[in-house]
């Protein structure tokens, strides 16, 4: 067994002063059992505990690190860039920088607003929805996560999952009577909401590809059944593209599906691994946020430059070379191997998987929507986790999260990820 006397201590420590000894509820290890490790550094493909081991790592914090863990490129951008001020709170030219990468990257997005957080921006583009069409009620889909806003918070992936309590306390009754909740891939319980609710539906937003309950993905025609009932209706297409932005393609979910929808919404990989949100879409709609329009938003720490040198320099990395071919080689690599490692184990798994994005799931049934997640076994899946862990392989804990690649990880990490899994697998 390795040791992790020096995480236990930290958080016997952080127990007593932090709400369940961390700062956003899945990092407590609470799906799987168990304790969290304390990290004491992360470079490339590899994440480094208090006691000195090494974890080849699948969270790449949870999806910012598509480059891995400290790139040395970025590191220097935001050096080279605290020299001269960490904030300013007044327009700074990297701000014009990342709205042109942004715009560029994603066509659909005309204007782009950035802010602080993934939830601050799907928060704000629900708003700006809200403003732009004068109706007060969202589409959003079971196990879809948009961050931790009132509105969005209704049977939420992630953490609000993983806990069993999809339905946040604190969050009024009447903060969210104006969210219709759907099952996601099913194009008639749609249908039927724009028919019980004319002219009131503001908007649909959903996670294109969604990877808050582990991963599925969107039924053929899905997408452009949704481009087109928004469109019929005047309600807006919001996507939000935190996680699968800059991840599924260098113009994300919409390039890859080759959507256009009216609103996106990014974070994670934008800020290259420091706090960042953004949202953008059509200019018309764009226009209605102050200063120029009724709908306001704001941020003290918006395009907050070193953030945005971080991102900048990632993007730039991402535009040129072959980055996502890549990825797709790699992701490919760690698909097969896993589904001949659970079939020769005798283990029912279903691997779903777009790019660099995977879940495996302890489910004979295909898993199309956050009630075929459910059908998981999530025991099974604790009991994998701690044993790939015990190898030197970091997932994430908890069967409803996704696993992401990024270009540090090798041919050989994944092989030797694929081996641990194999043996671990024989075991369950
Ligand atoms: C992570 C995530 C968010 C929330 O972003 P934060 O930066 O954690 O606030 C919103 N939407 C999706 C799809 C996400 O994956």
């Known amino acids: 067994m390795i040791s992790h006397a020096r995480s236990q201590k930290l958080f016997a420590e952080a127990l007593k002063l932090i709400p369940g000894g961390v ?15 304390f990290v004491d550094r992360a470079q490339g493909a590899h994440v480094f505990d208090v006691d000195g ?9 949870w999806g910012p690190a598509i480059l891995g863990h ?8 935001i050096q080279a860039t605290a020299v001269h001020g960490t904030s300013f709170g007044i327009p700074n030219p990297l701000e014009v920088k990342m709205a042109k990468l942004v715009c560029a990257a994603a066509p659909s997005v005309r204007k782009v607003r950035m802010c602080n957080s993934g939830t601050e921006a799907t928060m704000s583009a629900i708003r700006l929805a809200r403003g732009f069409t004068k109706r007060d009620k969202i589409i959003k889909f079971s196990g ?3 961050g931790h806003a009132d509105s969005l918070l209704v049977k939420a992936g992630s ?7 999809p339905d946040s306390a604190g969050v009024p009754a009447a903060f969210t009577q104006h969210t219709i909740v759907l099952p996601f891939n099913d194009v008639e319980s749609v249908k039927a909401a724009f028919t019980a609710n004319p002219g009131q539906i503001a908007g649909i937003i959903l996670e294109p590809v969604p990877g808050n309950a582990g991963l599925y993905v969107p039924l053929p025609g899905y997408l452009e059944f949704l481009r087109e009932i928004t469109k019929a209706n005047d309600s807006l297409l919001i996507f939000d593209e935190v996680m699968t932005g ?4 260098w113009g994300g979910a919409q390039q890859r599906y080759n959507i256009s929808p009216d609103l996106s919404c990014f974070g994670k990989i934008i800020g290259g691994g420091l706090p960042v949100g953004a949202f953008g879409g059509r200019s018309d709609i764009m226009d209605c946020l102050a200063p120029l329009g009724p709908v306001y938003q704001a941020g003290t720490l918006s395009g907050n430059p070193l953030a945005l040198a971080a991102g900048i320099c990632v993007l730039e990395e991402l535009a040129d070379g072959d980055a996502y071919n890549r990825l797709e080689a790699l992701g490919a690599q760690l698909e097969a191997g896993l589904r001949e490692a659970a079939k020769s184990a005798g283990v029912p798994v279903r691997f779903n998987r777009v790019g660099s994005m995977f879940c495996g799931y302890f489910t004979d049934r295909p898993v199309h929507n956050l009630e075929d997640a459910m059908a998981a076994d999530r025991a099974r899946f604790a009991k994998y986790f701690h044993g790939l862990l015990e190898l030197g392989v970091y997932l994430a804990p908890s069967q409803f999260e996704a696993g992401f690649l990024s270009t540090a990880h090798t041919t050989a990490e994944i092989e030797h990820t694929i081996a641990a899994a194999a043996k671990v697998l024989k075991t369950l």
């Open 23 to 37: 700062n956003s509820p899945v990092r407590a290890f609470r799906a799987v059992g168990g304790q969290p490790f």
């Open 53 to 61: 081991n090494d974890y080849i790592d699948y969270v790449g914090t």
């Open 70 to 77: 400290a790139p040395a490129k970025v590191v220097r951008a």
């Open 144 to 146: 879809c996560y948009h």
């Open 159 to 165: 953490g609000a999952l993983t806990f069993g309590h």
């Open 246 to 249: 800059f991840r599924l393609a």
